[in-house]
């Protein structure tokens, strides 16, 4: 396996590791950080599972799945945690989390961005979607500064707190990555 590890300005990914699991479960328990994400407030065990996934993913071949810790930049602890999930026909989805002191610092768009990187320069992928919560604005920001399409709404796309959810999508194509990159 070659670890991935893409970095930015003010934060990097890095590989998941088990000493991740008290920091990530801030983020994955805390009723706050998840109120706009597709699932409920997590459990340690349920964190410690995903912990353990994105680990053993790392090691596939070929890899499909990439569970990345987000740091600050030169530092190791886990502040938010990083998905990219390839599918079929050169595309992946990604989702991000990020710790809620963490809010409001640009810290997400840069984290997009390390995705779309991963996902394009890396990975040879040709599209890259995600998806939000309606009523999560801030998402809508980060992802529309980063680069992103609103393509549009996925009706009842998810059961979350006792009821159905849409979500709104987004996407960025290899071309239109590459352009803003030569900018």
Not at 5 to 30: F, H, K, W
Not at 103 to 123: A, P, Y
Not at 148 to 157: F, Y
Not at 164 to 178: C, G, N, P, V
Request: net charge negative; with cysteine; charged share 25%.
């Amino acid at each position: 396996m070659t670890p991935v590890q893409p970095a930015g300005s003010r934060v990097a990914l890095r590989e998941v590791e088990p000493g991740d699991t008290d920091d990530l479960l801030a983020i994955y328990g805390s009723p706050e950080a998840t109120r706009y994400l597709s699932f409920e407030p997590r459990t340690r065990d349920q964190v410690q599972a995903i912990i353990d996934r994105s680990i053993d993913s790392a090691g596939d071949t070929p890899r499909t799945e990439y569970g990345l810790a987000v740091t600050r930049l030169g530092e190791h602890r886990l502040i938010g945690y990083a998905r990219l999930a390839t599918e079929p026909q050169q595309a992946a989805t990604i989702g991000f989390a990020l710790h809620p002191a963490e809010w409001g610092r640009g810290l997400g768009t840069e984290t997009v961005h390390l995705l779309c990187s991963l996902g394009f320069k890396s990975l040879g992928l040709h599209r890259i979607w995600a998806a939000r919560s309606p009523l999560n604005e801030a998402s809508a920001r980060t992802l529309l500064r980063a680069g992103m399409t609103e393509d549009g709404r996925i009706r009842d796309h998810v059961f979350v707190h006792g009821a159905w959810r849409d979500s709104i999508t987004y996407s960025i194509l290899e071309q239109e990555w590459a352009s803003r990159i030569e900018r």
